[in-house]
T-cell receptor, first 114, second 110 residues
Framework: SAVISQKPSRDICQRGTSLTIQCQVD?????MFWYRQQPGQSLTLIAT?????????ESGFVIDKFPISRPNLTFSTLTVSNMSPEDSSIYLC???????????FGSGTRLTVV | SQQGEEDPQALSIQEGENATMNCSYK?????LQWYRQNSGRGLVHLIL?????REKHSGRLRVTLDTSKKSSSLLITASRAADTASYFC??????????FGAGTTVTVRA
């Protein structure tokens, strides 16, 4: 199955600033998914990123707050913009397994906004 | 959006005992998957069961699926300390988007 390198693993940021999270996959994939996991909660899908087109955002998430880039089939970034303490969460990227059995997740980025 | 509910929310068992957790969902699915998350890190895929399957095994894991009741269960047999983690069910409809349940936190005591 695919291997994903996600960076940074954690960060502490000042409110009002932005953080860009990167995910690098070791193989070409059509779709990449970005999730948010708020403290003590489950995962919520933020958006689906396809190469060469605009990301598709889920209800409650907007491009101005979470801009996504997908410049090629192995890489994507998620930016958390104008951060507030409510953005403190774990952010994870994911791709569909080539074997068709489930999804592979990055190791997550633990973001704390102070 | 989340469509799964899991119970119990938390489970504490002795090493060697079995752990059972349940997941319910609301809409029709293509398959249901179970994931493990250790200490807020990335998720690890455990097992996938398709909508036309009723039971599946993988090592010490046993998963059942009842589409008429829209529910699934995950059984971990002969638990070990390393099984301490949060476990999430996730449903996959035809749009490749996963909807996660609330999760069950399992603590295995030595």
């Amino acid at each position: 199955s695919a291997v994903i390198s996600q960076k940074p693993s954690r960060d502490i940021c000042q409110r009002g600033t932005s953080l860009t999270i990167q995910c690098q996959v070791d193989s070409q994939v059509t779709m990449m998914f970005w999730y948010r996991q708020q403290p003590g909660q489950s995962l919520t899908l933020i958006a689906t990123a396809n190469q060469g087109s605009e990301a598709t955002y889920e209800s409650g998430f907007v491009i101005d707050k979470f801009p996504i880039s997908r410049p090629n089939l192995t890489f994507s970034t998620l930016t958390v913009s104008n951060m507030s303490p409510e953005d403190s969460s774990i952010y994870l990227c994911s791709v569909h397994s080539h074997r068709g059995e489930g999804y592979t997740f990055g190791s997550g980025t633990r973001l704390t906004v102070v | 959006s989340q469509q799964g509910e899991e119970d119990p929310q938390a489970l504490s068992i002795q090493e060697g005992e079995n752990a059972t957790m349940n997941c319910s969902y609301k809409t029709s699915i293509n398959n249901l998957q179970w994931y493990r998350q250790n200490s807020g890190r990335g998720l690890v895929h455990l097992i996938l069961i398709r909508s036309n399957e009723r039971e599946k095994h993988s090592g010490r894991l046993r998963v059942t699926l009842d589409t008429s009741k829209k529910s699934s269960s995950l059984l971990i047999t002969a638990s070990r300390a390393a099984d301490t983690a949060s476990y999430f069910c996730a449903t996959d409809s035809n749009d490749y988007k996963l909807s996660f349940g609330a999760g069950t936190t399992v603590t295995v005591r030595a």
